[in-house]
T-cell receptor
Framework: AQRVTQPEKLLSVFKGAPVELKCNYSYSGSPELFWYVQYSRQRLQLLLRHISRESIKGFTADLNKGETSFHLKKPFAQEEDSAMYYCALSENDYKLSFGAGTTVTVRA | DSGVTQTPKHLITATGQRVTLRCSPRSGDLSVYWYQQSLDQGLQFLIHYYNGEERAKGNILERFSAQQFPDLHSELNLSSLELGDSALYFC?????????????FGAGTRLSVL
């Protein structure tokens, strides 16, 4: 069963515009959620995780247990934000389940 | 550079063959995770090893197997290869056996099955 859903495969925004990447999860326990990012020709790396409640590179994500969502937001997109973004759920201590990913293109 | 090393970078082989992908974790990391990334299925968790022992299995085919050696490097063996096995295979490592801690990813091995 798909634990993490990222409904948008592709997202294109203009520089300076807000960007929101949607992530919904299915999990009955206390979820631990993450956003990983893969820039062009770079390795997949952690962007942020909900337990840290921090803003990284201007991105924030709030865990909404009622809506089972963990959307990633940035008020003003920059060209360097163009990348592939993955939402991930820790189902237990031993594995992470990733969503299908969203490719973000920020146009000048 | 995350410190996770994967070899080879590219692998081209034929259907029915067997290949071995290698992963060296960051110094001090005890866990290794394997993932398969394909265009249609995204990033799929395959298997997790911690300090030489299997910790969790994901959508790993029976034709695939993995192990983690005493020096903590890991190998993913893919046999009876099919065209659909063509994908990017990533490994990641973390300091302990808890997957929710930060995972550091390697650059991946691109497997092409012809």
């Amino acid at each position: 069963a798909q634990r993490v859903t990222q409904p948008e495969k592709l997202l294109s925004v203009f520089k300076g515009a807000p960007v929101e990447l949607k992530c919904n999860y299915s999990y009955s326990g206390s979820p631990e959620l993450f956003w990983y990012v893969q820039y062009s020709r770079q390795r997949l790396q952690l962007l942020l995780r909900h337990i840290s409640r921090e803003s990284i590179k201007g991105f924030t994500a709030d865990l909404n247990k009622g809506e089972t969502s963990f959307h990633l937001k940035k008020p003003f997109a920059q060209e360097e934000d163009s990348a592939m973004y993955y939402c991930a759920l820790s189902e237990n201590d031993y594995k992470l389940s990733f969503g299908a990913g969203t490719t973000v293109t920020v146009r000048a | 550079d995350s410190g996770v090393t994967q070899t080879p970078k590219h692998l081209i082989t034929a259907t029915g063959q067997r290949v071995t992908l290698r992963c060296s974790p960051r110094s001090g990391d005890l866990s290794v995770y394997w993932y398969q990334q394909s265009l249609d299925q995204g990033l799929q968790f395959l298997i997790h090893y911690y300090n030489g022992e299997e910790r969790a299995k994901g959508n790993i085919l029976e034709r695939f197997s993995a192990q983690q050696f005493p020096d903590l490097h890991s190998e993913l063996n893919l046999s009876s290869l099919e065209l659909g096995d063509s994908a990017l295979y990533f490994c990641a490592s973390s300091v302990d056996g808890v997957a929710k801690n930060i995972q550091y990813f390697g650059a991946g091995t691109r497997l092409s099955v012809l």
